[in-house]
């Protein structure tokens, strides 16, 4: 796997979450591209080489971007009239070096700080990660796991999330005799996320088991597999880095960004 496969993944999934909100991608060069950006609403992603990330950022701010639908479109003009702070927008999953870009194009943060720096895993092909499989693992039936997956989180004060989550997709349980040692979900950008295992199961493998067992479900369904972990989560790079999953080399991140009033 390439540092280009993990770029190329994480454009996909961008693209391809919430089918219903109007989506733009704008390459450089559609033969041989170095740089991608998607956007979807007012939320950016991009990817791509770090040496073109001041000319997108540029281009982006004055609205040099060319593709057969035009963008801001009437999506985008909508969510903005329904926003106090005027033009915004939401970049998420980017590279961590694009923020001095996107601030020396003329762009305001709304924000110090929006989303704590992650690193992208991710696999793609065969399911491969059964040997990995040492403890009982199965999929959760509809809204199962929901108290268990809220109980190991600290966000989604509502829970909608989570509900919606498990209405949109596969949940995952270990267990043993009966007993459910630890759980995972899918977020709706189709990643990997919420694993969970209580403190009195912990270092018993069973977050390992359940991971393989994610991992090659959403390969065996989709190709490929993915999911973000925050930088300091070193726990969980010894573990995907075990699985034996790509990791791309730059840190990511979110920001909120407003053009600048005139």
Not at 35 to 64: E, N, S
Not at 111 to 135: A, C, M, N, Q, T
């Amino acid at each position: 796997m390439t540092r280009e496969d993990g770029l190329r993944l994480l454009l996909r999934n961008r693209l391809a979450s919430d089918p219903e909100q109007p989506r733009r991608a704008f390459v450089d060069n559609r033969e041989s591209p170095r740089l991608a950006l998607a956007i979807q609403g007012i939320t950016v992603l991009i990817t791509g080489d770090p040496a073109l990330y001041a000319q997108a950022a540029a281009d982006l701010f004055h609205l040099r971007l060319a593709c057969a639908a035009p963008w801001p479109d009437a999506a985008a003009e909508a969510e903005w009239a329904k926003e106090p702070l005027g033009r915004r927008l939401i970049l998420q999953s980017c590279p961590k070096y694009f923020r001095q870009a996107i601030l020396d194009a003329g762009f305001v943060e709304q924000e110090s700080e929006h989303g704590k720096p992650h690193y992208l895993y991710y696999v793609l092909g065969e399911p491969h990660l059964s040997r990995f499989v040492v403890h009982p693992c199965r999929l959760g039936v509809g809204m199962e796991l929901y108290d268990c997956l809220r109980s190991g989180i600290g966000y989604d004060e509502s829970g909608e999330y989570t509900r919606e989550c498990l209405e949109k997709g596969p949940s995952f349980v270990c267990e043993l005799h009966g007993e459910k040692m630890c759980w995972a979900c899918t977020h709706l950008s189709g990643s990997m996320g919420m694993i969970y295992t209580p403190p009195p199961h912990r270092r018993n493998g069973y977050g390992r088991s359940l991971a393989a067992f994610q991992t090659d479900h959403m390969l065996r369904r989709d190709g490929y597999a993915f999911c973000h972990v925050n930088e300091e989560n070193v726990a969980s790079y010894s573990l995907l880095d075990s699985l034996g999953l790509g990791r791309l080399p730059e840190p990511l991140t979110g920001r909120t960004v407003l053009w600048p009033t005139p």
